[in-house]
């Protein structure tokens, strides 16, 4: 099983740094979609934080 389908197995939330080396972008983009509101997000005191489901799903509307 690679990293993306382990994560994807967790129950909490992914930061902006394991979004980006799961999806092999720089931090900063990440942060940018999330402050953007490009990629669906939410902040716990003060630190965004991606639910791996959504994120699957987001990811792969972006292949199509």
């Given at each position: 099983?690679?990293?993306?389908?382990?994560?994807?197995e967790r129950k909490s939330a992914l930061s902006p740094?394991?979004?980006?080396?799961?999806?092999?972008?720089?931090?900063?983009?990440?942060?940018?979609?999330?402050?953007?509101?490009?990629?669906?997000?939410?902040?716990?005191?003060?630190?965004?934080?991606?639910?791996?489901?959504?994120?699957?799903?987001?990811?792969?509307?972006?292949?199509?």
């Amino acid at each position: 099983m690679g990293s993306f389908e382990q994560l994807l197995e967790r129950k909490s939330a992914l930061s902006p740094q394991e979004v980006a080396a799961l999806l092999g972008k720089n931090e900063r983009t990440v942060r940018n979609w999330l402050n953007a509101g490009l990629l669906p997000g939410h902040q716990i005191h003060g630190r965004w934080a991606v639910d791996p489901g959504v994120l699957a799903v987001w990811w792969e509307g972006k292949q199509r």
